[in-house]
T-cell receptor, first 119, second 115 residues
Framework: GAVVSQHPSWVICKSGTSVKIECRSLDFQATTMFWYRQFPKQSLMLMATSNEGSKATYEQGVEKDKFLINHASLTLSTLTVTSAHPEDSSFYIC???????????????FGAGTRLSVL | GESVGLHLPTLSVQEGDNSIINCAYSNSASDYFIWYKQESGKGPQFIIDIRSNMDKRQGQRVTVLLNKTVKHLSLQIAATQPGDSAVYFCAENSRSGTSYGKLTFGQGTILTVHP
């Protein structure tokens, strides 16, 4: 259980275009999902917390107009990188809390990640 | 905590040896800790967790130790196998301030297992 699917796994786009990344919880409902960014050989940096039915909460330094997050249902959150530029090239990973009871509700299950390359 | 721009620590072991991966955390308000394994080009995979009111927890071939006095966490892998080669991250769950309910990841350790 607790499977998170992320799509696409790899995308190449031209500078100035927008890219949408989907994150789905396949076998559980996730009221909260998270979006991370990871540079090569570095740790995960939280970008934003995605809440179902409300606005996302962005971490300091993350442009909300650049990285649009929508969490329209309990199983789907999307991240749109608007007007992408080469500096936006990175590995983007989503996660979802399992929704289980007790301490296990804090476990985040991750998607496989999306490698974005902006030319 | 996070370290941006630094090279990840590395640990090289022979197949069959035991591995110990360490992690220091800084937030005394963290009450829950998780170890994740990340293989190249993939998302992190949950390994084991531990609550702050515990000092040891065992899983299959893995043991997590928590020392709250010195804010130190370790992951022990018994009889390490080549398939264990990956980057290992510790993560802490905070119950205070702006980090409430979020996971903060450590810098990670690259484990390489030689056949």
């Amino acid at each position: 259980g607790a499977v998170v699917s992320q799509h696409p796994s790899w995308v190449i786009c031209k500078s100035g275009t927008s890219v949408k990344i989907e994150c789905r919880s396949l076998d559980f409902q996730a009221t909260t999902m998270f979006w991370y960014r990871q540079f090569p050989k570095q740790s995960l940096m939280l970008m934003a917390t995605s809440n179902e039915g409300s606005k996302a909460t962005y971490e300091q330094g993350v442009e909300k107009d650049k990285f649009l997050i929508n969490h329209a249902s309990l199983t789907l959150s999307t991240l749109t990188v608007t007007s992408a530029h080469p500096e936006d090239s990175s590995f983007y990973i989503c996660s979802a809390r399992s929704g289980r009871a007790g301490w296990a509700k804090n476990i985040q299950y991750f998607g496989a990640g999306t490698r974005l390359s902006v030319l | 905590g996070e370290s941006v721009g630094l090279h990840l620590p590395t640990l090289s072991v022979q197949e069959g040896d035991n591995s110990i991966i360490n992690c220091a955390y800084s937030n005394s308000a963290s009450d829950y800790f998780i170890w994740y394994k990340q293989e190249s080009g993939k998302g992190p995979q949950f390994i084991i967790d531990i609550r702050s009111n515990m000092d040891k927890r065992q899983g299959q071939r893995v043991t997590v130790l928590l020392n709250k006095t010195v804010k130190h966490l370790s992951l022990q892998i018994a009889a390490t196998q080549p398939g264990d080669s990956a980057v290992y991250f510790c993560a802490e769950n905070s119950r205070s301030g702006t980090s409430y309910g979020k996971l903060t990841f450590g810098q990670g350790t690259i484990l390489t297992v030689h056949p």
